[in-house]
């Protein structure tokens, strides 16, 4: 799965917890969105909406089962939730992970 795909995924949860959120609330639909962390738009129940969202999509798209809010991820000093970017970047290295394992 390339990074642009994985981008889009991302980019389409993003649509669905948009919905669930008041207009001022909504997040960005770009790579340099801000998610989560000091100017991000999601709070903790915003970000699990969002996490809930991308892990089926990825499962559909590449038959690849992911747990994007594990301990590792939570316990990182740069947050692999801080924007767009980021998240698929860490996907794409999750991704990768699972395939050499496998």
């Given at each position: ?8 995924i991302?980019l389409?949860?993003?649509?669905e ?15 340099e ?5 000091e ?6 129940m915003?970000l699990?909406?969002?996490?809930v969202?991308?892990e089926p999509?990825?499962?559909?798209a590449c038959g ?7 301990p ?10 801080r ?6 970047e ?10 050499v394992?496998?």
């Amino acid at each position: 799965m390339t990074y642009e795909q994985v981008s889009q995924i991302i980019l389409d949860a993003i649509d669905e917890t948009n919905q669930m959120l008041p207009p001022a609330k909504q997040v960005e639909k770009s790579r340099e969105a801000i998610l989560f962390g000091e100017g991000g738009m999601l709070d903790s129940m915003g970000l699990v909406n969002l996490v809930v969202a991308i892990e089926p999509r990825i499962e559909d798209a590449c038959g690849a089962t992911l747990t994007l809010a594990d301990p590792n991820a939570m316990s990182r000093k740069d947050t692999p939730f801080r924007t767009v970017d980021t998240l698929a970047e860490y996907i794409c290295q999750l991704l990768r992970e699972q395939a050499v394992a496998t």
